[in-house]
């Protein structure tokens, strides 16, 4: 969320509920921490002097009791890995909620933090990007038509913030884990905030911009990855759901040279066992 630990109304009762709240700088988002023994510490706030206590599934602050409930684990997170997941090349990013829609820069922009964004497919340079490995489990998201790389802005790492394109740099902000999501589906991850590209507000449609979120494993957070020199072109309305079958098909099998011709069979009778 980006906001700060604060006592409520810098309160000294107590009992005092802790929360989160915009940073100020006051004394209630202060805190001192001391040593409590055996690798854990006491959070004690700078305005009342009282402890950070959990209080059946609350947090508050209130008088040292020498308890477990007021003892806390400090530990530095590990960092998320990845692997290499996809060989380099030029890939189209398709939505899994609905694959007609693919991770597009607005009228071809090569302005830095031009917000991205899905839209139909019109297999256009400005829906083309070059995915390259860089070693050590990420990658760089380039857009092909103005080679600037799909990033945070800012290097932020606040849930909700808007992905962007910016000239290439080399920073974190421009490196991403790609991470299989079974099915022939992806996930995006920012390597600077961990957290996952995801179709802001769940709303796969024409426009919606591109965020990051906390993992929720729902569809708005997956993606196709598909060569761009693969083409398939399927009326969803008429055969629904085979153009992602074919596309999540072409995409783990990337040195097939596919031609498809109308051979009478059912589609899921021809395809049975590959998908």
Known sequence: SGKYIDVAGSSKQNGATVDQWEYHGGNNQQWVIRDAGNGYYYIISKCNGLYLTVDNGKIVTSKLNN?????FKLTVPTAMKGTKTL???TYTIASVANTRLVIDIPHSSKDN?????LWKNGKTANQ??????VGDGYYTITATHAN???ELANGTTIIGTKITQYANNGYDAQKWIIKEAGNGEYYII???SELYMTVENEEVKEGANLTIQNYSGRVAQKFTITDSKIVVDIDDNKYPGYKATLEKLLASHPNWNV???YTGLKFDSAVAGEA
Request: charged content about 35%; glycine content about 8%.
């Open 190 to 192: 920012s390597k600077n």
């Open 259 to 261: 031609k498809f011709l």
């Open 148 to 150: 600037t790389s799909i």
């Open 87 to 89: 060989e380099d090349g």
């Open 128 to 133: 083309k990007f070059n995915i390259k490995y």
């Open 67 to 71: 308890s477990s409930s007021q003892k």
């Open 113 to 117: 933090g031009e917000k991205i964004e």
